[in-house]
């Protein structure tokens, strides 16, 4: 990591990871299944004739019922482990900023993210958005 510690937060929190994007295509997936096994079984025709649905048919929903159930738990579990570690990972940089500051660096931005009229950051306080008060 590099010494903008702003800009690693911001690349670290606003890209998906590789991990979130495929805990979002197997939502998308459960999501699919869950929809699928609360459709109605369908009468079909065959010539002139209704044919009913068959008891296969409903054990096929159960069956993708039951996959998305255990598939969602999966995803649970997913987004729990991907939580705790973007909160691990939030407060190891909470430590480095607080590091920063008892050597005396302090954590103030480089000149160029000052507005060229004001002198003000264009993107509110680091200090307040670390500083864990909320």
């Keep these: 990591m590099n010494d903008d510690l702003y800009f690693d937060y911001l690349l670290q929190m606003g890209a998906m990871s590789p991990e979130e994007e495929k805990l979002a ?3 998308a ?13 369908q ?5 002139r004739v209704v044919v009913a649905p068959s008891w ?12 998305a159930h255990r ?13 705790a570690k973007n909160v691990d990972y939030v407060k190891a940089l909470r430590d480095r900023v ?6 005396g ?7 160029a993210a ?17 500083s864990g008060a909320m």
Excluded: I
């Design 43 to 47: 009468a079909q025709q065959a010539g």
């Design 114 to 130: 000052m507005l060229p009229a004001t002198g003000k950051r264009p993107y509110g306080e680091e200090d307040d958005l670390f």
């Design 56 to 67: 296969t048919q409903a054990l096929a929903q159960v069956g993708q019922a039951y996959a």
């Design 25 to 27: 295509r197997r939502q």
């Design 105 to 111: 660096k302090g954590s103030t931005p480089p000149a």
């Design 29 to 41: 997936q459960v999501d699919m299944l869950r929809a699928q096994s609360m459709q109605a079984p």
């Design 71 to 83: 598939g969602q738990k999966q995803l649970d579990q997913g987004y729990t482990d991907q939580s």
């Design 98 to 103: 607080a590091a920063r500051r008892a050597a």
